[in-house]
Antibody, heavy 114, light 111 residues
Framework: EVQLVESGGALVQPGGSLRLSCEASGFIFSDYSMNWVRQAPGKGPEWISYMTNSSQIIYYADSVKGRFTISRDNAKGFLYLQMNSLRVEDTAIYYCASGGLGYWGQGAQVTVSS | EIVMTQTPLSLRVTLGQPASISCRSS???????????LSWLHQRPGQPPRLLIY???KRFSGVPDRFSGSGAGTDFTLKISRVEAEDVGVYYCMQATQFRTFGQGTKLEIK
């Protein structure tokens, strides 16, 4: 069974940093591109980052470019999102999802507030 | 950025009746590889979105055949042939031809 489990969500002050992790199991992680998608309270999903299986191609949404960094460890089966210079508007549930968005984790809550 | 516009934004349907949601993109979704990367997802409260349809009309694993997708270029449609109680929630179209963007969502309720 495919499983994606996010961790690392927390309450952080504006300007702070956080690293989210996504542990993959039940499929050959190194064969799949991956995404991070977030959803602010009461809003629709917003795609924020994509990485190919080999890490050679990386994309970011304009809203996070220069502040967030996606990475992965294929040997361990983990996807990461390093988030710096966090803003109040980054408050959301953060999901990792497979390349075509066929598989999703349950999400990690990130709250940016003073 | 490709903007996705869904209509209607809300839908009330009687159980067993059909439902239809439209999605229009601000530019053609035909990729340089010839494929059209238009998907439909469904989200229930408190749950992550779930992929229903990808590449316009292909049903994802485990998706009932009462869901179907159609369209081309910039205009796309999701149809539910006979709405069931479990179909309530919000439906999103999403393009993956150029990065990824979602429509604003269509809330489906039972009448």
């Amino acid at each position: 069974e495919v499983q994606l489990v996010e961790s690392g969500g927390a309450l952080v002050q504006p300007g702070g940093s956080l690293r989210l992790s996504c542990e993959a199991s039940g499929f050959i992680f190194s064969d799949y591109s991956m995404n991070w998608v977030r959803q602010a309270p009461g809003k629709g999903p917003e795609w924020i980052s994509y990485m190919t299986n080999s890490s050679q191609i990386i994309y970011y949404a304009d809203s996070v470019k220069g502040r967030f960094t996606i990475s992965r460890d294929n040997a361990k089966g983990f996807l990461y999102l390093q988030m710096n210079s966090l803003r109040v508007e980054d408050t959301a549930i953060y999901y990792c999802a497979s390349g075509g968005l066929g598989y999703w984790g349950q999400g990690a809550q990130v709250t940016v507030s003073s | 950025e490709i903007v996705m516009t869904q209509t209607p934004l809300s839908l009330r349907v009687t159980l067993g009746q059909p439902a239809s949601i439209s999605c229009r993109s601000s530019q053609s979704l035909v990729h340089s590889d010839g494929n059209t990367y238009l998907s439909w997802l469904h989200q229930r409260p408190g749950q992550p979105p779930r992929l229903l349809i990808y590449r316009i009309s292909k049903r994802f694993s485990g998706v009932p055949d009462r869901f179907s997708g159609s369209g081309a270029g910039t205009d796309f449609t999701l149809k539910i042939s006979r709405v069931e109680a479990e179909d309530v929630g919000v439906y999103y179209c999403m393009q993956a031809t150029q990065f990824r963007t979602f429509g604003q969502g269509t809330k489906l309720e039972i009448k």
